[in-house]
């Protein structure tokens, strides 16, 4: 009896002893409404990275609303921000399919396709590389309207999207509400359509996919001409200069055998200031509150503009380290 007394209590304290030193396998991350990090308060959806603290060539990554209902779930190369890789999943809030995606290299690729709240399809479309322009043609084969009449048949048709806030879009393409003709897959002739999160409407002519002119008209009635629909935020004297700038004047500790990469985000305000700089993760020695100092520092870019109008825009780097 004493035995086994005592081997229960072996065991008992056996396993304390195991609890005791297990580490985190998954790292949980709170976003806000503009899939920024954020806190616990004020979150409006989480983010779970699967075997964070591994060292692994792809993560399992699993968004959720704060509601707990999963709104994402595929595979990311990177597990400080997302850069995805192979089928990508994306879901409403009751649960039911919205889009299903690929990547490559972090940048769709293939079919593909997307769902109503109700279940019913919605979208058929592709992606096509363009090796010369290196990019991706977004092509619209088959679409259908909420009450399941087909509007697109075989790349021809009237196309109708409805603004999305919901779904993570660094571009803010996805906050307009817009309608027009689909020919051979690609838009064309007049659209139209508008935005609440930009407080915008627009009036776009295209010709064969491409955008001819268009104009915009802001909630000051303030009018924008342009022709082109998306315009990246960039240095003023190119990302050649940028990486250049924070080389030189990062401050290194002087430690023998430092190296490593800093990832961190920033913000390219509406002036072009570098704005709300967040280190994901640094070496230690402080090297992500100097990282948080060259970009304080940095000079203005030239904002990136959506339809004409300058918008806010997301941002990601990494600061790579030389060990010596």
């Known amino acids: 009896m004493k035995n086994n007394i005592f081997l229960i209590a072996f065991i008992l304290f056996t396993s304390l002893s195991f609890s005791q030193v297990t580490k985190p396998v998954n790292?949980?991350?709170?976003?806000?409404?503009?899939?920024?990090?954020?806190?616990?308060?004020?979150h409006t959806y989480y983010r779970i990275v699967n075997d964070y603290y591994s060292k692994k060539d792809y993560y399992t990554v699993n968004d959720y609303f704060k509601s707990g209902i999963t709104q994402m779930t595929g595979k990311s190369s990177n597990k400080d921000y997302l850069h995805m890789e192979g089928q990508c999943v994306y879901y409403h809030e009751n649960g039911k399919r919205k889009i299903m995606c690929t990547y490559e290299d972090g940048k769709k690729t293939g079919k593909q396709y997307e769902w109503y709240d109700t279940g019913s399809l919605k979208l058929e479309a592709e992606?096509?590389?363009?090796?010369?322009?290196k990019t991706s043609d977004y092509k619209i084969n088959q679409s259908w309207d909420a009450t399941n009449n087909q509007t697109v048949i075989n790349g021809n048709g009237i196309y109708e999207k409805t603004e999305d806030l919901t779904y993570p879009d660094e571009s803010n393409m996805n906050?307009?509400?817009?309608?027009?003709?689909?020919k051979n897959g690609v838009r064309n002739g007049i659209w139209r359509g508008t935005s609440t999160k930009l407080k915008a409407s627009f009036i776009e002519n295209y010709e064969n996919g491409k955008c001819v002119s268009g104009t915009s008209t802001d909630y000051?009635?303030?009018?924008?001409?342009?022709?082109?629909?998306?315009?990246?935020?960039?240095?003023?004297?190119?990302?050649?200069?940028?990486?250049?700038?924070?080389?030189?004047?990062?401050?290194?500790p002087k430690v023998e055998g430092l190296?490593?990469?800093?990832?961190?985000?920033?913000?390219?305000?509406?002036?072009?200031?570098?704005?709300?700089?967040?280190?994901?993760?640094?070496?230690?020695?402080?090297t992500g509150k100097e990282a948080i100092r060259i970009i304080n520092e940095a000079k203005n870019w030239i904002p990136g503009k959506v339809r004409g109008i300058a918008v806010s825009v997301f941002y990601s780097i990494p600061i790579t380290i030389e060990a010596k």
């Open 27 to 42: 790292r949980l991350i709170y976003l806000d409404s503009t899939w920024n990090q954020t806190d616990e308060e004020n």
């Open 127 to 133: 992606f096509i590389a363009n090796n010369k322009e």
């Open 175 to 182: 906050a307009f509400s817009e309608k027009g003709e689909i």
């Open 220 to 252: 000051n009635n303030l009018k924008y001409n342009y022709t082109q629909v998306l315009e990246k935020a960039v240095p003023e004297n190119g990302m050649h200069s940028f990486y250049n700038y924070i080389a030189h004047n990062f401050n290194t």
């Open 259 to 286: 190296g490593g990469r800093i990832y961190m985000t920033f913000i390219i305000d509406k002036n072009g200031k570098l704005t709300n700089p967040v280190v994901l993760r640094d070496i230690g020695y402080e």
